[in-house]
Structures are given as structure tokens and as C-alpha cells.
């Protein structure tokens, strides 16, 4: 597969990913802005631009309301760490692919983008959960007619890389706030609730709300496929299968034989494997650190990624010699 | 209920569909039956469903900065089988002759030797390359792909108005404009037995795989695009998933030492077929325009040395030129001894100092185009043209009387279009897209066919407010449908016991519990 | 001075091309014109080409007949030594002046349209309309051949030759306009004087041997030269710059209607910026 759709495509599967986590993430802090009038609304939003990693602009930092954070982190379209942005940036890349994924999968991407003012209008009027809940429908929709129309290959490969990078990056994220500023963040169950994550946990954990396990589900429940492990688990996967399953058979052509296994691999089995061993007792101590070793592991995934599989270059500006280049005199 | 059709006044032109007001001809009946019976209302909600299933699925095209679709008809337009057949020969004879042309001016140039066509015509046209001059394709086709745009006169005959030899496109809208009509106005086909399109991409791939340099058993071959800006992006991407090659930008190919590879996840692999939607002059930077940033330096020797193929071949502009299109005639006669199936439109050159008098007397009867002008660009119809346009045009004109032909302006024939909530006229013409995989040269039944949207207009591009039809060929007997309505005779023609035979029981689930009984116990 | 009856001259030519860059050319892609042809009044016997950076070369035959080599080299390098080498020989004596020149012979070729590239103006002969008014009234009533020497003549007397005066997409009228130029440019004005009074005529890129009383075994420093062939019956040489009629000291490489059909060198490259460029070309007559 060409580097450029492979790249293209890693990061379209991260895009929507980042909208779908996104949208997950404002709806669970909407809902509790609105439930409880105890909540310091301005502190909470603050918390949610430290955990999408986005700085709040200079002229919105005297006041950060419910809507602040709507219009820049849910409808903003040109920042590709807001919801609109997010899917916006997931099309422009779709678009660069559309000969690789199917056109219903496209068709899901455009009809979003097309239907996002509409929808934006719609949250004026009957509150933004219509709007996120409208999205994190979309994401689902785009990744079930991946799965159903997409063949097994490569392009998938880097798309469900992506997905999965973006998903533990997101709740590493997510759970740093809480960990890192506790008198700003939301509560564990609202945490919960953004990572989709509350119901199968009182289904399995009951209602004992203890910290410690809740955080530890997050990061270590297996079984859950939004859980830090498990999509580590399963970019580790992906990683596997590429360096496995050449396209081409080795030796047609010039091809790069790469000798040594590649090492974005390592690092993010490495994570996974440290975090496996992790002592669950202890894990509330060792969380700060684990968290942010998490994310340095996410983003040196990234980069060596890229430096293994996408080696092409932006459009080449060709030189001539001066202008008395072979000059007859 | 009030006829749709009640209103429509045919224009001073052959009317596709209708032979005199009320009765439509014979290919038309079907169409007509079931659109008579439709209110504006239900029209106006079905041309809503198409429009915004183009827009749902990204069939557009850039305009500028903005991304359009381009608007598709309800009314598709019809052709008989007795009349595709003159097409369809008429075109295949028509790139025989272009692609014969074209192996002669990159080669002996016996055409200019006995005096067919002088020498100076290609060598002064802008689609002739000396670059290209001694590459030889593997299997002597340039023009793999053509657009042939046709028109009809006021008498009904199909004329030829312009080659297309290069870069031709559209052929995505004629697959996208069934798709779309076959889901929105399934009502329009039935008992029609319409020839399907989607052929085409099997066909294309089939002929570049033929074009592969020899020796090249399985060749790997590319759609070459200048990227998502490019306004016919959606079709390379289409062609290029319906073909399951890889579309790839210029920065993809690495060309060296002749032979061209792309950067792929897997280190450089070899390319051999590069099907490329690029014009010549951006296509290789050492040859052409150096400041290309799209193209692919050395691509050009590496297919002078055989190793890669390019379709279509450089340099095919020397046949589509509109100079040389009053030159095909005689082509025809020339290498392929036959007469013309498809007359061109009455075209004057203007080399001939009396002729040229008379041409600029003239202007205001004539439709002029500049020689090298693509798109409808530079053209200018003498009828429509204001006293100041005329004025303007008599000076370049006379000139510059090798760059132009003059042309009697023909009343393309009208089709009714769905316009403002009823059916009006308009002018449409028609692109047959024909692929030549060297042993023979493939039609796809029907084309593109173009509707001038602005009343009276005569231009039909994509970009001067054009819209399409979707462009039936009627089939001329069950065997020939191609087994789009039927299936085709062999494998697949079971009689329904041996179907039942082959196919094994299946479980239905198990039987619903009675309602009655969960409410007992619920309560 | 008494003129020695001569026989053939054989040369052996040595065109060496260093390209220095600012930092690292990281992929280059490269035509060579300096192949001398074979034509009835040369033979090349030997010519080749070496590369430093090695690369492996590809040779084709263009349009214009010119023997071109093409190379390209992927890997980054900061110099690129281009050395050609070949060996030729000439014939003594231009060939005759066709002796059925004349005016409706030559439209005649015109007009059948094999001349055709060599009878309008190219991007690098072109000249203002004044110009051509004026070639034709200065050689009103001459045949082909007087209206070729005039036309010499007024080039020769009307520009100075002046190394670095111009550069190599300067054209006619330019040169024309500052009066001075090199070879090139007494060629493409010339060229374009000649196609403005009706006489087809071509470029001619190749070598020209700088000292005429050389003997055997004598080596000079030399450079590569232009000049021009018109039609008139047959096509015959013209020196503009020397005002004279190639001989046995030019070597014939490559022809069209001007400098861009036939460019030694022609290259394009990405990378560091800057490059600079020394030619050398050195002379020996073996014979």
C-alpha cells in the first residue's frame, strides 16, 4: 500500500475516533453540569480543556462557561481536537482515500460533515446532547461499515492503528485530569460515563465506587474494548500484522527489507506488558507516572510509525542550474 | 391531473423525445408512459432524492472553491439499438483512424509524405510533442482511452464535434448517473431493456493491462492524479477502486534508472501501467513545464526505453487538435479505406485567403473556436454574439487564421428536461467513451450525454451551467442485454426445482411464545 | 597566405562538465546532447561519457536526430562530473553551395510544409515586425545565398561579441537591441533575419576547434559553438560569429530550430539551492 494512503488513513481512523471520545467526553461533563447545581462550573470546564490538550484562547480565559465549551471544543471546525473539527479533518483525509474505503463508508463521512450545521442549529435549540449523541452514532456507523465493507488488509491495518492509538491517548487523558487536578475534575462516575464505561463497570465492579478500582478498570480491564489495555492490545495487533504481511512478495522490485523487528511495536508492547504487571494495589500511587509514561508511549508510537511506514515526501520543487547552466559561448 | 407534458413547446431543433407534439417516438414510449402520469410535485421530490444523492455520495466536482454536483436529469435520454449501432461503429472507425494518425506522425509520417495532411498542421499544433517523438507503444496504442463528442442536427443525424484523445472525462458520471437513477426512479425502468454501463472499468483495466511492457505477465498498474484539488478527483478515485489499483499522486513515483516505482509500505514496488489523469505538459518535468510539481521526472524515457507504459500515450494532443478533426474524414479514407459512418460538422478552414474573406464577412452566421482551446473556452457562436464580440473577434481572427475554424452552427437537438417545476427543452449533445485495448476498440454503450441548462444555450460544459442525463442504449433483443435483465444463457440459467435443489434448508428461529401467556406473568 | 591542399581532420574532443552544489543534490534527472553525429561530412568514430557519480546511462535518438544520453542519480551528492569524450572526423571541404537556389524552388518546400519548423520564429528567434521589415529591404533583390551572406554581414557588423552579455534565454531581439552577445545569439539572430526573408533555417550546436593552422598532435583549449544551416536547394553552413563557412574545424552535435532543441546539458535537480558550473572543453588533432 502507498505510504501516503497509509498514513491518509491512520489518521483517519484516528479523527473519528477523537470525535467519537470527544463527543463522549462533553456529553458525560454537560449532563453533570446540568445535574448537579453544586458543580463550580467554570473549574469543570477548565478540566476539559486540560484533558483534550487544548489551550483555551486568550480572550475566552476570564470566562469559561457550559457554552465556551461547546462552541470551541464541540463545533469548532477549524480544530481538529473539537468534535466539528475532528470529523471535519476525518472527511479531508477520507477524501485523499476514497479509492481504498468503500464509498458507503465515505458517503457516512460526507452526509455527517454535510449535516453538522444542521445539527449544531438543533443543539441551539434542544441542548447539545442531540448534537454529540448525533455524532457518536456517525462514529459508529463509519467503523461498522468499515468493519462490514472493508477488506482485511493493509488500509484497515493503519485505520484500526489509529482508532486504537487515538483511544488510549484519549483515556489516558481523561484520567490524568483526574489525577493531576482532582479539585477541578469531574467526579469518577461522570469520568466513567465520558468513557462509555459506567454501566459495564457497576455490571461487573457493583456500585462500590472506590477510586482505585475504577481507575484500574479503565486502564487494565482487558475485557472492555475501551480500556487502556485493550486498545494497546490491539494497536499491538495491527503492528504485528503489518510486519508480517507484506503485500508484495519480498524481492519483487527494490523493496526495503526491513531486518529488525520494528520498533514501534516494542514500545507500545513494552507499555502494554508494563502495565499488565502493574501491582493493582498499588496502582493508585503509581497512576501519575503510569499515565504520562502512557502518553510519551502513545505519541513515540506515532512518530515511529511514521518513520517506518509513511517515508514519502511532500510535492518536490525541481531545480534547474544558473541560468548559464551549459552555456555555449 | 394536469400533463407535465402539456406545456412543452419543442424548440427549432430535432426533438429527442418527441416526433410531433403528444407523440413521442418509438424508443421514448415507455419513458413517456410513466412520467405523463406524474404530478410536478412528485417530480420535484424525486429530482430532490437525485440531487442530494450526489451530494451524499461526493459525486461533485470543483468549481473554484466550491464543491458542486453536477446536476442530473429525470428525463434519461434514449437511444435506439438500430442507432447505437451507427454510433458505435461510427466511433470505433473514428479512433482506428486517430490511432493510425497518431503511429504515423510519431513515426514514418507517410500521412504527410503523400500529402494528406500537410506537415505544418501537427507540427504548429500544441498537442504535438517532439519529446514524444520514438516511443513506440508495446501494443501500438496511444489513445487507450477517447471521448468522442457527438451532436445531433436538425435532420436527427449524429454529427462528430470534437476528438477527445488526451485526458477525456466524465465517464464517472455516466456510471454514477445509472446508479442514482436505477435507486431513485426504479419506476422509469421497468420494460426497458437498457444495456448497463458498469462494464467499463473491467474494460479499462483489461486495456492497460494489455499496454504493459513486454514481458510484464501480471502488471502493476496506477491511476495517476494531481490530487483532491484537481476537479475531476472523484473520478480517478472512482476508476481507480472500481479498477482495485492504486491512485497515486505524482510524490508517490520514484522514477530511476527508466524504471518507475511508487513508495508503498512495504519499500518501492515496480510500476508498469500508468494511467494517468495528468496533462502532458505537467507530466514530466524534465521534458515539459519544469515547474511541475505533480508529475514524475524521467517518466517519459522510462517509457521510451520500454519499461513503463503511459496511457494515454504523450502526445496524443496531435490527433484531438481542431485543426486536424476537419482532417479525419479523410483519414478514415486514408488508412482505413472505408467511408465515414459519422459526418463531421460542416467545419471551414480558414488557411485559404478567399475563404477566410468570407468566413469574416461572415461572423455573425458562423460559430468560430480557437484551434487550441479546451472546455468551450474561446468559442464564439456568431448568432449570440453582441455587434462589440464580433469586432473583437474579426481582429483576432484575421490575425491569426491558422488559430481558429469556423463552423455552421448546428441546433443541437433538444431532450425535455425537468426545469422549474415542469419539462422544457434542451440543447444536449452526447460523449461516447470508447477503450482500445489493441486488438479491438470497446464502446460503452450510450456516454455522457450533456445538457446546456440556460434556455437556448448551446454550450453544454460542466463548467458554463451544464447538467447530464442519464444515457440509455436500448437493447435490440433479450440475448443482447447482456444479462442485465435476464440472466445470461449458461451457468447461472437454473430452472427454479434445480435452484430449490441447491440450496439447503434454513432455520427461521424459534416460534414467537403467545403474548397471553407473558402477561399472566408479568401480573 | 597560401592555403595547403587538406585532407581530414580527426579530433578528439574532451567536453568535461563539473557541477558544484551548495549542499547536497538529493535526486537528479539529466539529458546529455554531446555526441557528435555522423553525418556526410563527419563520422564520429569513438564517443563516450563518464559519470562521477557513477550512474548507469541510457542513449536514444531524438526527434532532431541528436544522439542523446540520459542518466539520473538518486542518491544525495554535492558535485556531478559529466566527461565526454569522443573522437571525429571531419571532411576538408564544406560541401558546395547548392547551385539551384532560388526563391519559388525554396516556397515551394515551403509550402509542402517539411520545412516547416525551420520558417517561423521559435521561442529563442524571435524579432519585433520592424526588424523583419528591415531584413527584407536590406536584401531586396538578392538570391538566397547573397541574402544569407548579407545577412551575416549586418549580424556580424552590428553585434559585438561579448562574453557574459547574455544569458541563455535572452533571444534575438534582445541581443539585437544591446548589440553584443556570443555565438548563440549572432546564431539565433541570424536564424530569425533569415526565416524573416522567406530562407528556412536551422541551429547547429556542436564544437569548433580553435586554432585553423593546427598540425597533428597539437592540443588547445577550445569551447562549444553554434552556428547555422539554411536551405536554399541544399542545406548549407554559416558561421555568423566568424562570418564564415564551417569547415573541417566544427563538429557537428545536434540541430533544431534553436539553443532549446539542443541543450548539452539539460538537468533538473532537488535539493540545495545553489550550484555552479565549469566547462571545460579541450581539443587534440590527432590527424
Not at chain 2, 417516438?25 to 412520467?35: Q, W
Not at chain 2, 473556436?369 to 479546451?374: L, Q, R, S, T
Request: glycine residues 8%; proline residues 6%; charged residues 25%.
Amino acid at each position: 500500500m502507498l505510504s501516503r494512503i497509509a498514513e491518509t488513513l491512520f489518521w483517519l481512523g484516528r479523527y473519528v475516533e477523537r470525535a467519537d471520545d470527544t463527543a463522549r467526553v462533553l456529553d458525560a461533563f454537560m449532563h453533570r453540569l446540568l445535574d448537579d447545581p453544586g458543580t463550580d462550573e467554570e473549574a469543570a470546564c477548565r478540566a476539559l480543556f486540560d484533558i483534550l490538550g487544548v489551550a483555551l484562547p486568550k480572550e475566552e480565559s476570564g470566562n469559561c462557561d457550559a457554552q465556551t465549551v461547546m462552541s470551541l471544543l464541540g463545533f469548532d471546525a477549524a480544530n481538529p481536537s473539537s468534535v466539528a473539527g475532528a470529523w471535519q479533518a476525518a472527511h479531508a483525509n477520507a477524501r485523499g482515500v476514497r479509492e481504498v474505503i468503500s464509498a458507503e463508508t465515505f458517503e457516512c463521512l460526507n452526509v455527517t460533515r454535510r449535516a453538522l450545521l444542521a445539527q449544531r442549529r438543533a443543539a441551539g435549540r434542544v441542548g447539545p446532547h442531540a448534537y454529540l449523541r448525533y455524532i457518536k452514532e456517525r462514529a459508529a456507523l463509519f467503523y461498522g461499515l468499515a468493519d462490514s465493507t472493508m477488506r482485511r488488509d493493509e488500509g484497515w491495518l493503519f485505520l484500526t492503528l489509529g482508532q486504537s492509538l487515538e483511544r488510549a491517548d484519549m483515556t489516558a487523558r481523561l484520567l490524568s485530569v483526574r489525577v493531576l487536578a482532582s479539585r477541578y475534575a469531574p467526579d469518577w462516575l461522570t469520568l466513567m460515563r465520558a468513557a462509555g464505561a459506567d454501566e459495564v463497570y457497576h455490571r461487573t465492579e457493583g456500585w462500590a465506587s472506590d477510586p482505585q478500582s475504577t481507575a484500574g478498570f479503565l486502564v487494565l480491564e482487558d475485557s472492555f474494548p475501551r480500556s487502556i489495555v485493550h486498545a494497546l492490545a490491539r494497536a499491538e495487533q495491527c503492528l504485528g500484522e503489518l510486519a508480517g504481511t507484506p503485500q508484495f512478495p519480498r524481492g519483487a522490485g527494490r523493496g526495503r527489507v526491513r531486518l529488525v523487528a520494528p520498533s514501534a511495536r516494542r514500545v507500545i508492547g513494552r507499555t502494554r506488558t508494563m502495565l499488565e504487571y502493574l501491582d493493582a494495589d498499588s496502582l493508585g500511587a503509581q497512576l501519575p507516572a503510569v499515565l504520562k509514561e502512557l502518553q510519551e508511549a502513545c505519541l513515540a508510537a506515532s512518530r515511529q510509525i511514521a518513520e517506518e511506514y509513511f517515508q514519502y515526501g511532500p510535492p518536490v520543487i525541481w531545480l534547474h542550474g544558473k541560468d548559464d547552466w551549459a552555456r555555449v559561448d | 391531473m394536469a400533463d407535465v407534458f402539456d406545456a412543452y413547446e419543442p424548440a427549432a431543433a430535432w426533438d429527442e423525445m418527441f416526433e410531433a407534439p403528444g407523440a413521442p417516438r418509438r424508443e421514448y414510449e415507455a419513458v413517456f408512459a410513466t412520467l405523463e402520469h406524474l404530478d410536478p410535485a412528485e417530480l420535484r421530490f424525486r429530482a430532490d432524492q437525485v440531487a442530494s444523492s450526489f451530494t451524499d455520495r461526493g459525486v461533485t466536482f470543483a468549481l473554484g472553491d466550491e464543491e458542486r454536483p453536477f446536476p442530473l436529469d429525470l428525463v434519461p435520454r434514449v437511444i435506439a439499438a438500430a442507432e447505437w449501432d451507427v454510433i458505435g461503429r461510427g466511433v470505433r472507425q473514428r479512433v482506428k483512424a486517430l490511432e493510425a494518425f497518431l503511429a504515423d506522425v510519431y513515426g514514418r509520417g507517410a500521412v504527410f509524405a503523400d500529402r494528406v495532411v500537410p506537415r505544418s498542421v501537427v507540427l504548429t499544433g500544441g498537442g504535438f510533442h517532439r519529446a514524444a517523438h520514438g516511443i513506440v507503444p508495446q501494443n501500438g496504442v496511444r489513445v487507450h482511452v477517447a471521448g468522442i463528442d457527438l451532436v445531433r442536427d436538425v435532420d436527427g443525424r449524429f454529427r462528430v464535434l470534437e476528438d477527445n484523445g488526451r485526458v477525456p472525462s466524465g465517464v464517472s458520471y455516466v456510471m454514477e448517473n445509472r446508479l442514482i437513477m436505477t435507486r431513485t426512479f426504479p419506476g422509469l425502468f421497468a420494460d426497458q431493456r437498457v444495456r448497463p454501463v458498469d462494464d467499463y472499468p473491467g474494460r479499462l483495466i483489461a486495456a492497460l493491462r494489455a499496454a504493459a511492457p513486454a514481458g510484464v505477465t501480471d502488471p502493476v498498474v496506477v491511476v495517476l492524479t494531481p490530487g483532491v484539488a484537481n476537479s475531476a478527483y472523484f473520478e480517478h478515485a472512482l476508476l481507480a477502486r472500481l479498477m482495485g489499483v492504486e491512485l497515486v499522486e505524482g510524490r508517490d513515483l520514484i522514477c530511476s534508472g527508466n524504471g518507475v516505482r511508487m513508495r508503498t509500505t512495504s519499500g518501492e514496488q515496480p510500476v508498469h501501467v500508468v494511467y494517468r489523469r495528468i496533462d502532458d505538459e505537467f507530466l514530466d518535468p524534465l521534458h515539459f513545464r519544469p515547474d511541475s510539481v505533480i508529475g514524475c521526472p524521467g517518466i517519459l524515457n522510462a517509457a521510451r526505453a520500454g519499461r513503463v507504459a503511459i496511457a494515454n500515450a504523450v502526445g496524443c494532443g496531435a490527433a484531438d487538435d481542431k485543426l486536424i478533426y476537419t482532417y479525419v474524414p479523410d483519414l478514415i479514407r486514408y488508412y482505413l479505406a472505408e467511408e465515414p459512418l459519422l459526418d463531421n460538422v460542416e467545419t471551414y478552414r480558414l488557411d485559404d485567403p478567399d475563404r477566410l474573406a468570407h468566413v469574416l464577412d461572415s461572423l455573425a452566421e458562423l460559430v468560430l473556436k480557437p484551434v487550441d482551446g479546451a472546455g468551450g473556452k474561446g468559442i464564439v457562436i456568431g448568432p449570440q454574439a453582441d455587434e462589440r464580440t464580433l469586432r473583437r473577434l474579426r481582429a483576432q481572427v484575421a490575425a491569426a487564421p491558422r488559430g481558429w475554424i469556423a463552423q455552421r452552427p448546428v441546433a443541437l437537438s433538444t431532450s425535455p428536461t425537468f426545469v422549474a417545476d415542469r419539462f422544457a427543452p434542451r440543447h444536449i449533445d452526447l460523449r461516447p467513451f470508447a477503450v482500445n485495448d489493441g486488438d479491438d476498440v470497446w464502446v460503452l454503450p450510450g456516454g455522457l450525454t450533456r445538457v446546456a441548462l440556460p434556455e437556448g444555450a448551446l454550450v453544454v460544459n460542466s463548467s458554463q451551467g451544464g447538467g447530464s442525463k442519464d444515457t440509455w442504449v436500448l437493447a435490440s433483443d433479450p440475448s443482447a442485454a447482456d444479462g442485465v435483465v435476464e440472466p445470461a444463457n449458461g451457468t447461472f440459467a437454473l430452472a427454479p426445482a434445480a435452484v430449490r435443489e441447491g440450496v439447503a434448508d434454513r432455520q427461521a428461529g424459534p416460534p414467537a411464545e403467545a403474548p397471553s401467556q407473558q402477561q399472566q406473568q408479568q401480573q | 597566405m597560401p592555403r595547403r591542399p587538406e585532407g581530414p581532420w580527426r579530433l578528439a574532443i574532451v567536453h568535461e562538465t563539473v557541477v558544484e552544489y551548495s549542499g547536497a543534490a538529493r535526486a537528479s534527472y539529466n539529458e546529455l546532447r554531446m555526441t557528435p553525429l555522423n553525418t556526410s561530412g563527419q563520422t564520429t568514430l569513438t564517443s563516450q561519457v563518464e559519470l562521477r557519480p557513477a550512474a548507469a546511462m541510457w542513449q536514444y535518438t531524438d526527434y532532431w536526430g541528436t544522439r542523446v544520453t540520459s542518466f539520473d542519480l538518486q542518491e544525495p551528492h554535492s558535485a556531478l562530473t559529466i566527461r565526454a569524450a569522443s573522437t571525429v572526423e571531419t571532411s576538408p571541404a564544406p560541401r558546395p553551395r547548392s547551385a539551384r537556389a532560388d526563391w519559388p524552388r525554396i516556397a515551394e518546400r515551403i509550402a509542402v510544409g517539411d520545412l516547416g519548423e525551420f520558417t517561423v520564429p521559435s521561442e529563442r528567434t524571435r524579432v519585433d515586425a520592424d526588424l523583419e521589415c528591415a531584413a527584407r529591404e536590406r536584401t531586396a533583390g538578392c538570391g538566397p545565398h547573397e541574402a544569407a551572406d548579407e545577412i551575416s554581414a549586418w549580424v556580424h557588423e552590428t553585434l559585438a561579441y561579448v562574453p557574459g552579455a547574455t544569458g541563455v534565454h535572452t533571444n534575438a531581439q534582445e541581443s539585437w537591441d544591446q548589440r553584443s552577445g556570443v555565438c548563440q545569439d549572432f546564431s539565433h539572430l541570424a536564424i530569425a533575419l533569415l526565416r524573416a526573408v522567406g530562407v528556412p533555417a536551422r541551429y547547429v550546436s556542436g564544437y569548433l576547434f580553435p586554432d585553423p593552422d593546427a598540425q597533428p598532435g597539437v592540443t588547445a583549449e577550445g569551447q562549444s559553438h553554434a552556428w547555422l544551416e539554411y536551405w536554399a536547394g541544399g542545406w548549407t553552413g554559416l558561421d555568423a560569429t566568424n562570418r564564415s563557412t564551417p569547415g573541417p574545424r566544427h563538429v557537428v552535435v545536434g540541430r533544431g530550430r534553436d539553443y532549446g532543441d539542443v541543450l548539452p546539458h539539460k538537468g533538473i535537480y532537488h535539493g540545495a539551492p545553489d550550484s555552479t558550473l565549469t566547462v571545460s572543453v579541450r581539443f587534440t588533432r590527432l590527424a
